[in-house]
């Protein structure tokens, strides 16, 4: 049911969430910033762990949120000019997150503040964030689906996505000027032997999002316009 109430009432819910959600899972990226990890999907016909979704993100007062698109989420509080963001997600075991720069509310957001300074490419100092655990991994399709491509070339040269460690980079920091580059690497590096079995305890990527954003949520991990992934 709409009119002025019913939008009222959402856009309140909005602002004094009453429900309590998972910490995020997902990891967001910043300019220069690569990720290296191990996909738990496979990239294969009906593979839960590797899906689509769309995300609404806006303003509520002077902070961004989320909310999914879905026949059976409420959207009467998303202003009328939004619209939902199409993005593909899955779930991966990331490793580290190489940054080119500190930055310390990138580190309160991803639950680590403990990087280790190490020489890069070039000798360029850089710091590398261990990680260690299992992420969502999620990223807007790309102009003329560029993003998307980059995985399905991975899948077509490995024959699944999971087989190996993907890089993954942004390099830029605005929605005119932000790319991404996905690669299968040479890295040796696997998932251990003790962490194998909680893969299996992990949410298919649509029952992740309904839970984390197909309800009203706070703003507070939401992350800002630069750091999320726009097209």
Request: glycine share 8%; no cysteine; aromatic share 10%.
């Amino acid at each position: 049911m709409g009119g002025i109430a019913k939008i009222n009432q959402g856009r309140e819910d909005l602002r004094q969430p009453q429900v309590e959600r998972p910490s995020t899972r997902e990891v967001w990226l910043k300019d220069g910033d690569q990720i290296f990890a191990t996909s738990i999907a496979t990239g294969a016909e009906n593979d839960p762990m590797l899906d689509e979704v769309y995300l609404y993100t806006f303003r509520v007062g002077d902070n961004w949120t989320n909310l999914i698109k879905d026949p059976s989420v409420d959207a009467s509080s998303v202003p009328e000019d939004t619209y939902a963001s199409h993005k593909f997600a899955f779930w991966a075991y990331v490793y580290n997150i190489i940054h080119t720069r500190k930055d310390y509310n990138q580190r309160i957001i991803m639950g680590s503040e403990d990087w280790i300074e190490i020489e890069g490419a070039g000798g360029k100092k850089v710091f590398r964030e261990e990680v260690n655990d299992y992420k969502v991994v999620s990223l807007g399709f790309g102009r003329g689906d560029t993003n998307w491509n980059q995985l399905v070339d991975v899948y077509n040269d490995w024959g699944s996505i999971d087989k190996g460690v993907i890089r993954l980079k942004r390099t830029g920091s605005g929605m005119l000027d932000t790319s991404y580059q996905i690669a299968a690497t040479a890295k040796t590096e696997e998932i251990p032997e003790e962490r194998k079995s909680e893969s299996a305890e992990l949410p298919v990527i649509k029952d992740y999002y309904m839970e984390r954003y197909g309800n009203t949520i706070p703003t507070s991990e939401a992350p800002t316009t630069n750091d999320q992934t726009l097209f």
